[in-house]
């Protein structure tokens, strides 16, 4: 009867390792794709006037969480994304001012506006783009 060896070898630190730093890519690179997105919907809406709001999106990845965040810093940028006036879309059924009001632009000249449209920079940006995120996981998996 012959001797029969049988190794048996554990990889599975390696493919966990090798998980992680896949993971570590795709959030990287849809905090990249996302950042640029949302740049589109604020430029495609016309809503840069210094280009303050638009050149402060930025993104951070937690990996802790499995997470990547697109956002912005800029106060204002909320009126944006919601709206203002009779235009605010709440979640939490608040309205807007639903009267006029006067503002002065910085040429000192007055305006008399209801509000600002909303754009959903962040919510168009990142959910209108679904299948674009999925396809980035997909090519950095099969690297």
Do not use: C
């Amino acid at each position: 009867m012959a001797d029969i060896t049988i190794r048996i070898e554990d990889h599975s630190g390696d493919i966990l390792r090798a998980l992680e730093e896949k993971k570590a890519q795709i959030l990287e690179a849809w905090g990249q794709q996302g950042v640029t997105n949302v740049k589109n919907v604020i430029t495609a809406e016309s809503r840069v006037d210094t280009g303050a709001m638009r050149n402060s999106i930025n993104h951070q990845v937690q990996e802790s969480e499995s997470a990547v965040y697109v956002g912005t810093d800029i106060e204002y940028a909320v009126y944006s994304e919601f709206g203002t006036g009779i235009y605010l879309e709440s979640d939490d059924g608040r309205q807007g001012r639903q009267t006029p009001w006067r503002y002065q632009d910085r040429d000192g000249n007055w305006h008399i506006t209801r509000g600002m449209k909303p754009i959903h920079m962040l919510k168009n940006g990142i959910g209108n783009n679904i299948p674009e995120y999925k396809q980035i996981a997909e090519d950095i998996l099969k690297r």
